[in-house]
Every structure is written in C-alpha cells, then in structure tokens.
C-alpha cells in the first residue's frame, strides 16, 4: 500500500466519527499523492504525513456561563494547535451549535496550508464553541465570550497563538474576549485579531476576506482569457464572507443576484442591495426575509436553492459541505465557469471533481478566503510596530497577496503537470513550505 493511503487509513481509524476531517485530509493527500511518492522513503522515515495530520496539541475545555434568567448553561470550548512550523498559531474561533472537534481539527488542517499559502510567518490552528450567539442578549454573549477566555488565556499569546473570527464570532465577540484576556494577564498585545479599530484593530480587516476573494477570482479569470466585469455571480451565505464579496464583485463591476443564510435564500435580479443587506445582518442581525421585504425586485424563497440560479460565476460563502453534487451539475448546465470558494470547504469532493471535469475553474478555499487570515497576520505586524496603516495600504497589501497565492498554485500545478488543477495547486504550494520547515527543525 503507498504511503498516502496507509496515512489515510490511520486518520480514518485514529480518529472515528469524524468526516469533515477525513474529507479535508483526503483531498490534500489526494493532491500531494505525486509529491510524496517522488521521495516517498525519505517522508515515511521522518513520518512527515504522520505528523502532519496529528495536531502539536487538541484544547478542551469546559465554558459554564449564567444565562438572563439566572440559569448556568454549559458549552464545549476548543483549540487545535495544529501546526506552528512556519509560525505561531493562527486560525479563527467558530460559534455555532454545530461544533464540534471534528469540525474543528478539519478546520485547523486546512489552515495550515491556507496560512502557508500566504507567504506569511504563520503556523495554522483553529478553535470554537457549541455556544449560538444568536438570540442571545449582549449580557449573555459577554458573559460566555468571558468564561471561554478564563480558560484559554493561558494557551494563547501574541509569539504562541492568535485566535480571530471565524462563523458566529464578529467584532462584538473579539472585543469581549480581548478585554478578558487583558483583565487576566495584565497585557495589551496583539492576542487576538479582528479587533475594534479604538484598540489594535487593523483597517479592512472586515473586508478582506470578501474583497480577497474577488481579487485572486479577478486574477484567475484574467489568466483564463475572462473578465468579471458584467458577469452574473451567485453568492450563497450573508454574513462577513458573502457581505464584502457582494461588495468588491459589483465594484468590479459583476451583478451580484443571491445570498442566502441558514434558513432561506433571496434572489434579486436587478442586484444585491448592499447597503441594505448590512443593515438587516450587521446592525439589525435579522433573516433575509427582512431584506426581501424592503426591496421590491428581491424574492424570498425558504430553504436550499442558491445555486439552481443562472449565473457565470458561484461564490459559496456560508460553509462547508453547502455545494453538493446536485448542485454542481445544475451549474455546469446552466453555463457557470468558474466558482472560488469564501467559505472553508464549502464543495463536497464529488462537487469539486465534476466541477472540474466540466471545465469550470475551481479555487478551493484555503487559497481563495485566505485574504482574512494574510490581513490579520498585517494586523499582528501593525500591532507589533505600535503603527496603524491606511485603508489603502492595507488594501494594496492584501491584493499583491491575493495575486501572488494565484500565481503560486498556478505555477504549482503546472510544475507537477495539472495545469489548471488549482485544488492541486494550492495544497502542494502550501504542503513544501510547511514540509520544508518540519524536516528543518527535526523530530518535534
Ligand atoms: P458569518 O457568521 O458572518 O456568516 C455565516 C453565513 O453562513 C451566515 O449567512 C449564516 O446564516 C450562514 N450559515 C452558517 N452556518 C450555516 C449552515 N449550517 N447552513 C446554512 N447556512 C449557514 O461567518 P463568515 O462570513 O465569517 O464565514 C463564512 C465562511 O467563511 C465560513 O466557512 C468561515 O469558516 C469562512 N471564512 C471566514 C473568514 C472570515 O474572515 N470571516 C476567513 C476565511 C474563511 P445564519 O446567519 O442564518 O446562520
């Protein structure tokens, strides 16, 4: 059996009832099969893949918190640190009742190589709770965001670990759990990015996943003889992702038709309403039906259905699994060319292989919403040099970044003979950095 498969075997029998890790681990592995047998013995004596797919170190703890009522609920809290080779831990903290470790350590894995991907000095790791801020008061999210600190703080610094937003945790979250952190140690350095902009927080690191999204979607389609500009884009989600993409998509100059959030979805022919639509989730926090009833041209429909629109290029910005193979087969025959993913894996595996196998041009996750992470990495230099940078620095920054991942997996692909394969791509430009850095510091 080849090395690749007897790794996967054991991920699949180490860690059960797991599938969202195993997916993740199966499709980097898939893409690395031609790197790792080319120096296959060296790799298995070293059990680089063995160290690879086991986390440096799996947090988890309890988050007892007093409800409005006077009632004590208790959650599951969690941290992967899952790879510091390149740097420190960095990843996202998801809120959301669908939590779990699982969740979490696939997650974790795929940061790694999103993080190396960057260009920047960043290890890859991931945390969350089953906590739901929604329908929560302010009181209650603040007194969960405080007890989930008391019992991280000591497992996260500024050189050791950088947690950041992720699903269910904005800025009122962050700045709750910065606050905690600095009442417990005494300290105000650069913990936690995606802070509030009065302490530490950097500009455009709202935007940027979004707006990093349709910079690197921008740049494949230049390299693929395409333009954005008067393009049909189908958005799925409605939350930090697909806001800030909607956004950057028609200032390029694409019409924005759909978002969609757990419950229902809109479509709106004559183009998302921006404005509008971070009234209703970023200041009134409410369901897309309240955007429908404000726009005329906009229709509500209940459930699953984003992607039976016509449109030329699909954004899935909600979250995993959401695009599945149904799904990609009525894109291809509705003429979608391409779809970049905001979200972490929101593409199942046979999804991806259609899409790809019917000529649309594919760029997973951990290469197309790395723009988040690059720009909280520019956050913890900005916090480190006590400086603050322009809107515009940070924006140019964040795009020569978005460019640059392109251009690597694109090259990557085309040097192990996948042209086009950006899935490939991006895990083998990712994997040789991290690889490289493993085998440099040793057994660890
Ligand atoms: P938000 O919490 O701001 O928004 C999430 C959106 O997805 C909401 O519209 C939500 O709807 C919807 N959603 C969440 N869970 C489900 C579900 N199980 N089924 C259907 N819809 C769902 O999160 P973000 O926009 O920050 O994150 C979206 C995705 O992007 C995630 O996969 C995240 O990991 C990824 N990502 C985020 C980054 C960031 O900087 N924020 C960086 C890189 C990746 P509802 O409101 O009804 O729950």
């Not at 893409?31 to 790792?36: A, E, M, P």
């Not at 669908?98 to 470790?101: E, P, Y």
């Not at 700045?175 to 009065?198: I, S, W």
């Not at 940070?394 to 460019?403: A, N, P, R, Y």
């Given at each position: 059996m080849s090395y690749v498969d007897e790794v996967f075997d054991m991920v699949v029998a180490k860690n059960p009832a797991q599938p969202e890790f195993h997916q993740a681990v199966k499709e980097v592995l898939e893409?690395?099969?031609?790197?790792?047998e080319a120096?296959?013995?060296?790799?298995?004596?070293?059990?680089?893949?063995?160290r690879l797919v086991t986390p440096e170190r799996q947090l988890l703890f309890?988050?007892?918190?007093?409800?409005?009522?006077?009632?004590?609920?208790?959650?599951?809290?969690?941290?992967?640190?899952?790879?510091?080779?390149?740097?420190?831990?960095?990843?996202g903290l998801r809120l959301h009742p669908?939590?779990?470790?699982g969740i979490i350590k696939f997650l974790g894995f795929e940061q790694i190589f999103k993080n190396s991907l960057t260009g920047l000095p960043i290890g890859g790791g991931k945390g969350g709770s089953d906590f739901d801020p929604k329908g929560k008061s302010d009181r209650e999210v603040m007194a969960f965001c405080q007890s989930f600190i008391t019992e991280l703080y000591k497992y996260i610094g500024a050189d050791t670990d950088v947690p950041a937003g992720d699903i269910g945790t904005g800025a009122r979250e962050?700045?709750?759990?910065?606050?905690?952190?600095?009442?417990?140690?005494?300290?105000?350095?650069?913990?936690?990015?995606?802070?509030?902009?009065?302490?530490?927080?950097?500009?455009?690191?709202t935007e940027a996943t979004g707006y990093g999204l349709l910079y690197l979607t921008e740049e494949m389609l230049k390299c693929n003889g395409k333009d954005i500009q008067g393009k049909v884009v189908a958005v799925s989600g409605s939350g930090n992702v697909a806001i800030y993409?909607?956004?950057?998509?028609?200032?390029?100059?694409?019409?924005?038709?759909?978002?969609?959030?757990?419950?229902?979805?809109?479509?709106?022919p004559e183009g998302i309403d921006v404005e509008l639509l971070k009234e209703v989730k970023e200041v009134k926090r409410a369901r897309l039906t309240e955007y429908a009833a404000a726009r005329p041209s906009a229709q509500y429909h209940e459930g699953k259905g984003v992607w039976t629109v016509k449109c030329d290029v699909a954004l899935p910005c909600a979250t995993q699994n959401e695009l599945d193979l149904e799904d990609a087969k009525t894109l291809v025959a509705n003429g979608c060319f391409a779809v970049a993913e905001g979200a972490n894996m929101p593409t199942t595996l046979e999804a991806t292989e259609y899409l790809q196998k019917n000529g649309v041009l594919f760029c997973p996750g951990k290469a197309a919403n790395a723009g988040g992470v690059a720009t909280s990495a520019l956050e913890m230099s900005q916090n480190s040099e006590r400086l603050s940078w322009t809107f515009q620095e940070?924006?140019?920054?964040?795009?020569?970044?978005?460019?640059n991942i392109f251009h690597n997996l694109d090259d990557a692909a085309k040097k192990y003979g996948m042209e086009g394969n950006y899935v490939a791509g991006a895990n083998i430009a990712g994997f040789l950095k991290v690889a490289e850095a493993m085998t440099a510091q040793g057994v660890v």
């Open positions: 893409s690395l099969r031609v790197v790792i120096n296959e013995e060296a790799y298995r004596k070293d059990a680089l893949l063995e309890r988050v007892p918190w007093v409800d409005d009522e006077g009632q004590v609920q208790v959650n599951n809290g969690f941290r992967v640190q899952f790879n510091s080779a390149i740097g420190p831990y960095k990843g669908s939590v779990n470790l962050i700045g709750y759990m910065y606050g905690q952190y600095k009442r417990l140690t005494g300290l105000y350095e650069g913990v936690l990015t995606g802070k509030g902009l009065t302490f530490g927080g950097s500009l455009a690191r993409a909607s956004q950057k998509a028609q200032q390029l100059g694409a019409k924005v038709v759909t978002v969609s959030d757990s419950t229902g979805w809109v479509y709106d940070v924006d140019s920054k964040l795009k020569s970044i978005m460019v």
